[in-house]
């Protein structure tokens, strides 16, 4: 019987959006989203955190191979993401407003799949270092 | 049916304190509270964080308004107690003990019954970057 | 005779900007700017530090008035800047490239002249916690 | 009935270590553990976290005593931990590899039984700014 | 010919304060000190950074003992500071307003006699993390 | 006529070092170092910082090439210190000791020489968060 633990590793990664419901009116979008529905987009350094959790694996001393899941979040996050205009290049967020709890939940949809033996517990996403969103895979 | 996601703000309060319990001969309050027993007070740059939990609403993309969000912890929370010394002007310390639990209880009892949609997850208070209380309305 | 002192203010804005020169052909453009030649643009999460120098003010205590250099780093620089695409929408990028080292000369430039009494004495850009620029009016 | 409220304290100390299973072979050792495995070790500036969850309690407005809190960390962890080789130092180590997620469960053993009225909630371990594990007393 | 380094270690201290002049009106300390004018004062956990320059020593490679710099910034200005209304209970500003600026003339009066081979090169006082204040000496 | 610019950027490497010397007797090791004579070692998470001075490039807005740099403080410090026992693998600590200082000097003496059009102005470590060490180059 092994104890759990919950292993958080952070990336940081730097893309612009702008938020926009195209069937809202242009006085609603800019009532509701203000300086964020700027059509030119602006931008942020976003710090993703990843939480795994797990038992500790006796011979290893690792819930997590750490190298494999610090490749997992380039692969399927911060490659895709650095340095894009997320509303014109990520395909989620061409009908998803990008606001910071919709990003949490897009990486936890493109994180969860490929992790195995650890269990996805938590993705949190800061878009700026006092505003952050956690998702947790509750629906 | 939608994601549930928790959303985070953090601000910054300047305020002073002092911890005395009348009830405590002197020599009492100077043992159980050491130095924060000084009746002339002494501050901390005081950090708020405030969590909602709710779902995602399809048409903004939010858990809550973010602009709703920080109007609401600047009336009820910062200008109140910035710039305050609370033992002496803030009606809720005039009988309870400023310490840091205290605090997070009382931000939680002015915000939680103003947040509608969004519920009230959790308040955390940083009395200093290495000392913080979480409440999460138990009780 | 007053001592000398060095104030600096610390303030955040969220922009956009890519790296461009119309001179290079598309090959060097990519060559030299990488990731950030993406036409969408990307963002970050900019500090903005403002140092003043001067003289003590024997009567208040203060360098410079702390309320004038805060409405004076909106004005100039925050209220301008913030939630923008640089390139698209300030004019100074319109032919100079939004480098953190062009950035930090900007808004000195935006700066200097509007201090009186106080000296401009450095503006600090971090484009991310890891990269600033420095800019003390040397040319 | 009183507030249930969870008090984090924070503490750093700088130690080293090395990751080495001696049934693996040295290329096992070498491909599972990387840099980690180099003999002569390597350091950390580990951040130590330890949340304890209790009521308030009215005459002192403590969940815990914050004196006794911090005399405990030094006591159990700190003391004994900070500037050592945690593998030839820490009798815990002479058989446990020193991951972050064995030194959050080694801390969580070295204070659980030493809290009395306030119970351990939570010991975190920050092995650098990016890297932190969570150990809840799960098994 | 031995190499010059500065080298610089950080505290903190949680102190209160009020900025008042007894030779100003009522109606002009509230205009120029806003909410600061406050008379029972609010406070703040300042961080005070003490940087020594000197020649790096064959023997020990310190500029400085880094045991008398922490005594020495513990006895001159933690011990005395630390939990105190500055207005109320620290002589230099009985007479002198407590500002970010003269409590960085404050510090460095108090510690630059004190410092023999290793000279006092600057002293930083952060009123909170977005605002600070230098003193080289100058005057 | 450019304006000229301080370019910095930070990474960050884990090392474990002792502080020892060898003339010294037991007893006076002891009471210089203290707990840093440690035979085994003990480890850090050290912060470089690079800080670079040049004329604005008017081609590129840089004054100097980002990926080059980091490549440099890769190659000449960072792949080098990373993970490393500094007395028992690097060169220059088999005779010097790594203190904070020391290592200022020595990334300076690997760095300076390497940079071209941009001068190096500064190298600044963090031991710890609260304790760093400047070199400008001065002897």
């Known amino acids: 019987m092994s104890a759990i633990v919950y292993l958080t590793r952070k990336a940081e990664f730097s893309a612009s ?13 800019k009532r509701v989203f203000g300086k964020c529905n700027n059509p ?16 500790i694996d006796a011979t290893t001393g690792f819930v997590v ?3 494999q899941l610090k490749d997992l979040m ?21 009908s998803l407003i ?13 994180l969860a799949p490929k992790l195995a033996a650890a269990r ?6 800061y878009e700026t270092p006092d505003l952050f969103a956690d998702f947790y895979g509750e629906v």
């Open 40 to 55: 030119n987009g602006h931008g942020h350094n976003y710090v993703l955190e990843v939480t795994v959790k797990g038992q």
């Open 74 to 94: 380039h692969q399927e996050v911060l490659d895709a993401l650095d340095h894009r205009f997320l509303n014109k290049e990520i395909p989620e967020f061409f």
């Open 65 to 67: 191979d750490l190298k």
């Open 98 to 110: 990008p606001t910071t709890e919709n990003l949490a939940l897009v990486c936890w949809q493109r």
């Open 120 to 125: 996805l517990h938590r993705v949190r996403i």
């Open 17 to 29: 959006h702008l938020y926009h419901n195209p069937q809202f009116s242009a006085e609603e979008n």
